[in-house]
Nanobody, 119 residues
Framework: QVQLVESGGGLVQAGGSLRLSCAAS????????MGWYRQPPGKQRELVAT???????NYADSVKGRFTISRDNAKNTVYLQMNSLKPEDTAVYYC?????????????WGQGTQVTVSS
């Protein structure tokens, strides 16, 4: 089994910054990709950013230029630096990992961390 533990959410004023972290642990052979998704109130979950094992990165248009995703492969950890936050960034942020474990490849999700941006 693989567990993802997120941290770093909270309440911040518009224009402020937050840094999210997500650490993966368990029976991990390889983490193929990690990423962040978010679910705003009353809306569906959406992609924020992803990063592959070789460092290929993809961002949602709404966060380009404001958010930066990075990962530490040695620590099985992914980070999301969020700058210039806007009220519309308010959401529960979920960590996602594409993991090869015990001969199988599947996706795992974290429990979610709340990010609230006040105007």
């Amino acid at each position: 089994q693989v567990q993802l533990v997120e941290s770093g959410g909270g309440l911040v004023q518009a224009g402020g910054s937050l840094r999210l972290s997500c650490a993966a642990s368990g029976s991990i052979f390889r983490i193929n990709a990690m990423g962040w998704y978010r679910q705003p109130p009353g809306k569906q979950r959406e992609l924020v950013a992803t990063i592959t094992i070789v460092g290929s990165i993809n961002y949602a248009d709404s966060v380009k230029g404001r958010f930066t995703i990075s990962r530490d492969n040695a620590k099985n950890t992914v980070y999301l630096q969020m700058n210039s936050l806007k009220p519309e960034d308010t959401a529960v942020y979920y960590c996602n990992a594409d993991v090869t474990s015990l001969g199988k490849r599947r996706e795992y999700w974290g429990q979610g961390t709340q990010v609230t941006v006040s105007s």
